[in-house]
């Protein structure tokens, strides 16, 4: 499984489970947020880790990038667009 397939089950099973989601939401108000947010992902059977995450989302950014405005430099960085995690927490927070 990609990332992106991990993030998508971890999302179903929080959705599922509010203990988890409570978890995984609690982990924004720490000073190593990422990696408390991968352990206790891993804990919950969805291996990830922050090269993982870092990478997805700016993989992910990118090819947003690439397939607007013919894929030019001059498009503004969104806020939180490149942040895998931050995407993540934004969708729990709407659940």
């Not at 971890?10 to 939401?25: S, V």
């Not at 352990?39 to 990478?55: F, H, R, Y």
């Amino acid at each position: 499984m990609d990332t992106g397939e991990l993030l998508e089950r971890l999302k179903e099973m929080a959705i599922a489970d509010e203990n988890l989601r409570k978890r995984l939401l609690a982990t924004k108000g720490s000073e190593t947020a990422l990696s408390d947010f991968c352990k206790i992902s891993t804990e919950a059977g969805v291996p990830l880790n922050k090269m993982d995450m870092i990478e997805f989302g700016e993989s992910s950014y990118a090819a947003m990038r690439r397939s607007t405005n013919g894929g030019g430099e001059n498009a503004p960085l969104l806020q939180w667009e490149d942040d895998a995690y931050e995407m993540f927490m934004m969708e729990l927070e709407m659940i």
